[in-house]
């Protein structure tokens, strides 16, 4: 009978504590996998809402301090400032920069007072298409009975003539203007066609229209305000893209909103560490469960393992028993911790962290698991197995 024969049988025999065992590998290795999985689909998932948020960086003028002294300029403490406007010509440098494969949306606007039937109000030019995919909480208010549609895809190709205008909640009631209604806006007539639903910020008092259009009535034609842009990457900061974006439009200056970004970051980091910190303990007491275990396993065998050392056992001979015994269980504790963990993050993760849609099984982990096991195997069983080997035979056949 050789070594790993013996180990098997000793797991046959001992049941009850192999089994116990074999728990606090598994609730270890399972917590483990459980929290790396709802922590990477957190990343995701986060990054997917911040898409939903709108922009995450804003291009606006660039405006530099300038001294005119005889006809040369020099910076002065005494300052005129020299503002370079952006134009639709801006657009495209952005999709051609160096951080173009993480741009999501560009929308570009136009914002200026125009006098609305005789009232001074804040008009917006926008590409609607852009606009309503980048800020997908715009919805339109109920009107006539009939709700528009909830779905920011739905809004986005919502097909607004350029003669049309969508008006925020408070310039609605301030302008006493329901949907299907013309106004005269600098002289030209424009029709409502439809009212946003009250979000309780300033984007409520704000008239939206075409972009060419509101160019066209502020006499600025193909100026801009301002490019908000929906950049965001999983593997970069959002800083590096602010720079590329500053590189591309040398008349623009990209500002992060840092925001969406430090709420993403946050979120995920206090999450794993609260995940970091639960696991470490469950991982700790899974460990002193493999030596209580592996110990009294040891005191229960003092006499076959002096038999053992009685008949030409060498200490390494024993440690390779417990060792084989602990490493057995563990690689089967790794497989059911793997497949028990990838469940609960599937099944409770959505719950537990507020995750939209499933949690993918990653399989990647798997072999991790598997090497947590037998690591926790190992280092609960060193103790016992060196206590084993040091037994005296003679000691522990006459202690039976």
Not at 279 to 286: D, E, K, R
Request: aromatic share 6%.
């Amino acid at each position: 009978m050789n070594i790993f024969q013996i180990a098997l049988n000793n797991l046959k025999r001992r049941k009850a504590k192999m089994l116990f065992l074999m728990l606090g590998l598994v609730i270890g290795v399972t917590t483990v996998v459980a929290f790396l999985n709802i922590i990477e689909a957190m990343r995701i998932d986060l990054g997917e809402r911040i898409d939903e948020f709108g922009a995450n960086a804003v291009i606006l003028p660039r405006s530099e301090g300038v001294e005119i002294d005889n006809g040369t300029m020099a910076m002065s403490s005494d300052l005129t400032y020299d503002v370079q406007n952006l134009t639709l010509e801006d657009v495209p440098k952005i999709y051609e920069s160096s951080v173009s494969e993480y741009i999501n949306i560009v929308s570009p606007k136009l914002i200026g007072a125009v006098n609305v039937n005789d009232q001074k109000s804040l008009i917006v030019g926008i590409q609607t298409k852009q606009e309503f995919t980048q800020k997908r909480w715009f919805t339109l208010a109920l009107q006539d009975g009939v709700e528009a549609s909830e779905k920011v895809g739905d809004l986005a190709l919502l097909d607004i003539s350029e003669d049309s205008l969508i008006l925020g909640a408070s310039a609605a009631r301030a302008l006493k203007l329901n949907v299907g209604e013309e106004v005269s806006i600098n002289g030209q007539i424009f029709k409502v066609f439809g009212v946003l639903q009250e979000l309780g910020s300033e984007e409520d008092g704000l008239i939206y229209a075409n972009l060419g259009i509101v160019q066209s009535l502020l006499n600025r034609p193909g100026e801009l305000s301002m490019i908000e842009v929906s950049a965001y990457c999983n593997n970069c900061p959002i800083e590096e893209i602010v720079m590329g974006l500053d590189e591309a439009l040398p008349n623009g200056r990209a500002i992060a909103l840092r925001q969406a970004a430090l709420f993403r970051e946050e979120t995920i980091e206090q999450f794993a560490l609260f995940g970091y910190a639960l696991s470490g303990m469950v991982l700790l007491i899974a460990a002193l469960m493999v030596l209580t275990t592996m110990l009294s396993s040891i005191n229960d065998r003092t006499r076959e393992i002096g038999i053992f050392r009685a008949i030409g056992f060498r200490r390494s001979h024993i440690m390779s028993i417990i060792f084989l015994e602990a490493g057995i269980i563990s690689i089967f504790s790794g497989l059911v911790g793997f497949i028990s963990g990838s469940l609960l993050a599937k099944y409770v993760g959505p719950y537990l962290a507020q995750i939209q849609g499933d949690i993918p099984v990653r399989l990647e982990l798997l072999l991790p698991a598997i090497l947590l096991s037998v690591g926790l195997a190992i280092l609960g069983s060193t103790y016992p197995a060196l206590k084993a080997a040091r037994m005296d035979p003679a000691e522990a056949l006459r202690f039976i």
